[in-house]
């Protein structure tokens, strides 16, 4: 396969093998942040295209801020795997999915460089900028859409500095917040309010009132895209908080 980049960044076009054709009438809506989780960049960009790995993404950003665009934003590229938001499971259908170089916490997890965050953001601006359905509530790490099975691009990725670029969402946590806290075994209305919470935001949650192992693990990814200083699983008084305000900004 041999195509035109979609983005106006600098970019250079490595076609991968594995795509497919988006689902019949899919809106293109969520841009799906991800870190490649490997050794080098350029072993993770070889995987991103050998059929072997029956996997691949539409953008794939070094640590040093080069671009390459590996399958047509109009394809189905196979990114998210099993996956949920808002009560969709086809996240590959609806997505476009980026690859941030960076070894993750099966590594040695280092900061994002600036390069390569300011490329990202351009990046995301130009996408943004061409697929108007995709609102600041759907840019979404990874973690969002598959919680307690991936945790990328994790609690370092600067979720706050896309948002100063007009990226995402992002809400500063209040200083002061009394109240409780929920966790693993807790059951009760509170609990299900919590839930309800989390599934209005778009996390794949069940309505259960018992804090399982699923509402901890989303939990858990909401605390490393919004409240990145304690990531535990546990609904504190801050942690709800933050969802109280995003809810509120919800388009």
């Not at 054709?21 to 991103?48: P, Q, V």
């Amino acid at each position: 396969m041999t195509f035109t980049a979609d983005t106006r960044c600098k970019c250079v076009t490595k076609p991968a093998v594995n795509y497919g054709e988006r689902a019949e009438g899919t809106k293109i809506d969520i841009l799906l942040l991800h870190y490649t989780g490997m050794e080098s960049g350029d072993s993770a960009l070889d995987w991103l295209c050998c059929e072997e790995s029956g996997v691949s993404c539409h953008y794939f950003v070094y640590e040093d801020g080069r671009v390459f665009q590996l399958v047509p934003e109009a394809k189905r590229a196979w990114h998210a795997g099993k996956s949920c938001w808002q009560d969709e499971v086809d996240t590959n259908s609806r997505s476009i999915g980026i690859e941030i170089v960076n070894s993750g916490h099966s590594g040695d997890y280092p900061d994002f460089p600036e390069a390569q965050i300011e490329a990202v953001i351009e990046l995301c601006k130009d996408i943004l900028g061409r697929n108007p359905d995709i609102k600041p509530q759907n840019v979404l790490a990874h973690s969002d859409v598959a919680p307690g099975r991936k945790h990328d691009p994790g609690e370092k990725f600067p979720w706050a500095v896309l948002h100063k670029h007009g990226i995402g969402h992002w809400v500063t946590a209040p200083k002061q917040v009394r109240g409780g806290f929920l966790q693993m075994g807790d059951a009760g209305e509170p609990v299900a309010a919590l839930q309800a919470m989390l599934t209005l935001y778009g996390y794949g949650v069940e309505i259960s009132g018992t804090y399982d192992q699923r509402t901890h693990d989303c939990i858990y990814a909401f605390q490393q895209h919004f409240r990145q200083n304690i990531i535990d699983g546990v609904a504190d008084g801050e942690t709800i908080a933050v969802l109280n305000e995003l809810i509120r900004m919800l388009d």
